[in-house]
């Protein structure tokens, strides 16, 4: 298959050359024509497998062919991302396929000044993209009308539709027209988010071209049991061990980012760090950064779990456990991307067992565990597998101290190895999920 058999206009077959794209991912293949044929879409498929291109590059298609030149303060096209440096991303990405078509592309999010954004929307503006709060900044100052609007993508839609954004997405569903295609894309997609997603579409098309909720498959991941305190200690040894050239590093707060960066750099570790309290162009720079390997390390909470793409990058550590399952799949899934290899590693203590065995449930597979020599833990990290057991062995009796001597003893590498069948899970998934109500919908 090409992408020409998909039907695609010859500026775009021409931009998709030039970024070397010769054939369509699976996510493409089927979503390409979907979206081309008016279709409402729920699409799931593996992190890095190509998503932006399955809405844009259609979108953009539609956009050129059918319906009226932009109005003044109005958008034809609306593409919603969780974090800032997704939206820029995703704004990068569409510009580059846009290259060849006379149509018009921006992004809007907070953190910077509001007036430049205004200005820039007065021509009006064929596909926006954008965070959710300064949309509607920008709607409320009448900036922006959506009465244009043709579609609406959610980028990352269990995200979008989860609990931290349900007031301001109700808020944004108001604005908007009835009569719309609207395109959910994702990795993850809960059964609650599922069914949420099901109430706001229109004879949906459901597309899920990779089993739900798995990682990409060429990230190869383990886990590190030890001790919570001896951490920040196991991950420069393990990072001078292997010698780790580029790292993206999550923790779960962003004291636990600023901590870990200040040891690092207190080291002579060439880090840095990204979380929601630092300004928008210390973020944004500290990325940039890192995509082109002037940092070595970055350090960050969940703010860049979702979506962003950073070309090679080898290696993924998990300093903490995401406290939200799904959220492992897309941390991890900033590594093997576009068809290359990744590894991911995770240092687990024995307060996050929990959370072990809830991604071990979501993802259907038992983690492998490599007990790193001289950091065992005292703290034993219990049993888990994908059943969602977690099977705490009675301590044994202290053993008598013998004279002979001989320490504490490696007990090997790998303590327990490869994925196990898969196993359906028994519990509820993590995170919960709004209800809010979007209205009748009017037939098309
Ligand atoms: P995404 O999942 O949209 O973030 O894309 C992941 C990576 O794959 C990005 O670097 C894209 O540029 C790249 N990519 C997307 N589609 C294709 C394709 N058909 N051929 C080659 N690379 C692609």
Not at 87 to 101: F, I, M, P, R, T
Not at 285 to 304: E, G, W
Request: positive net charge; hydrophobic residues 40%; proline residues 6%.
């Amino acid at each position: 298959m090409t992408f020409a058999t998909l039907g695609l206009i010859e500026p775009l077959l021409r931009a998709l050359e030039t970024l070397g794209y010769q054939t369509p991912t699976p996510v493409q293949a089927q979503a390409i024509p979907a979206v081309l044929a008016g279709r409402d879409l729920m699409a799931a498929a593996q992190t890095g497998t190509g998503k932006t291109a399955g809405f844009a590059v259609p979108l953009l298609q539609l956009l050129t062919m059918e319906g009226p030149k932009v109005a003044a303060n109005s958008a034809r096209a609306l593409i919603l991302c969780p974090t800032r440096e997704l939206a820029e991303q995703v704004h990068a990405s569409v510009a580059e396929y846009a290259q060849n078509l006379p149509l018009t592309t921006y992004a809007v999010y907070g953190g910077v000044s509001i007036n430049p954004q205004m200005m820039k929307l007065r021509k009006g503006v064929d596909i926006l993209v954008a965070t959710p709060g300064r949309l509607i900044d920008l709607f409320r100052q009448n900036a922006l009308k959506l009465n244009q609007l043709q579609t609406l993508v959610l980028d990352e839609a269990d995200r979008m539709l989860d609990l931290g954004f349900s007031e301001e997405l109700a808020n944004i569903y108001r604005m908007l027209p009835k009569k719309r295609q609207t395109l959910l894309f994702s990795a993850t997609f809960s059964d609650d988010i599922r069914q949420l997603a099901g109430q706001m579409l229109n004879d949906p098309l459901s597309i899920e071209v990779s089993p739900r909720n798995v990682a990409a498959n060429t990230v190869k991941q383990w886990v590190v049991p030890v001790d919570k305190k001896r951490k920040p200690e196991l991950f420069v040894h393990l990072m001078r061990k292997g010698r780790w050239k580029q790292v993206l590093v999550f923790a779960k707060t962003r004291n636990g980012v600023d901590a870990l960066v200040d040891k690092l750099q207190g080291l002579g570790i060439n880090a840095d760090g990204i979380h929601g309290d630092k300004p928008q162009a210390t973020r944004q720079r500290a990325l940039d950064r890192f995509k082109s390997s002037d940092v070595q390390i970055l350090v960050a909470t969940d703010v860049a779990a979702r979506g962003l793409d950073i070309e090679d990058l080898p290696l993924v550590v998990n300093f903490d456990l995401p406290i939200v399952a799904e959220d492992y799949i897309h941390r991890i899934g900033r590594t093997g991307r576009a068809g290359n290899t990744g590894e991911a590693i995770s240092l687990v203590c024995a307060d996050e067992v929990n959370m072990l065995s809830a991604i071990e449930m979501l993802t259907r597979q038992t983690l492998a565990r490599h007990m790193e020599q001289d950091f065992e833990p005292e703290h034993r990290v219990p049993d888990t597998d994908a059943s969602g057991q977690v099977v705490k062995k009675p301590k044994k009796p202290k053993k008598p101290k013998s004279s002979g001597g001989g320490g504490k003893r490696n007990l090997g590498k790998w303590v327990d190895s490869g994925e196990v069948a898969p196993a359906e899970p028994s519990i509820k998934p993590v995170r919960k999920v709004p209800v809010f109500n979007t209205g009748p919908r009017k037939k098309k």
